[in-house]
């Protein structure tokens, strides 16, 4: 069965960064894709970014551009995602997903293994 596992959340004060790692295992094979979505209290799950593996093909949502990078290791079946000037909107419960064959990859619906998510808070 598919496990993945999500790393890195953390308290961190706003404009700070933070790292998260996310590694997808016991597949027949290496992921397609893989995605960050993040879930805040009283709020709908929201894609944060997501990436095709083996074309390195990233994806951001229009609330992250610019401050977030996601990258991936196809090798290690792993995601990171390196978050920037953090602010208090940031603040979440942030799931990784991956996927294992061709098709989209930002939209939580499109995927069915999930990992069970890190929190990260930001405040001063």
């Known amino acids: 069965q598919v496990h993945v596992e999500e790393s890195g959340g953390g308290l961190v004060q706003p404009g700070g960064s933070l790292r998260l790692s996310c590694r997808a295992s016991g597949g027949t094979g290496r992921p397609y894709g893989m995605g960050w979505f993040r879930q805040a209290p009283g709020k709908e799950r929201e894609n944060v970014a997501a990436i095709i593996l083996n074309d390195d093909l990233p994806y951001y949502s229009d609330s992250v551009r610019g401050r977030f990078t996601i990258s991936g290791d196809s090798a290690k079946s792993t995601v990171y995602l390196q978050m920037n000037s953090l602010t208090p909107d940031d603040t979440a419960e942030y799931y990784c997903?991956?996927?294992?064959?061709?098709?989209?990859?930002?939209?939580?619906?499109?995927?069915?293994?999930w990992g069970h998510g890190t929190q990260v808070t930001v405040s001063s």
């Open positions: 997903a991956a996927r294992f064959d061709a098709g989209p990859v930002t939209y939580s619906d499109s995927y069915y293994h």
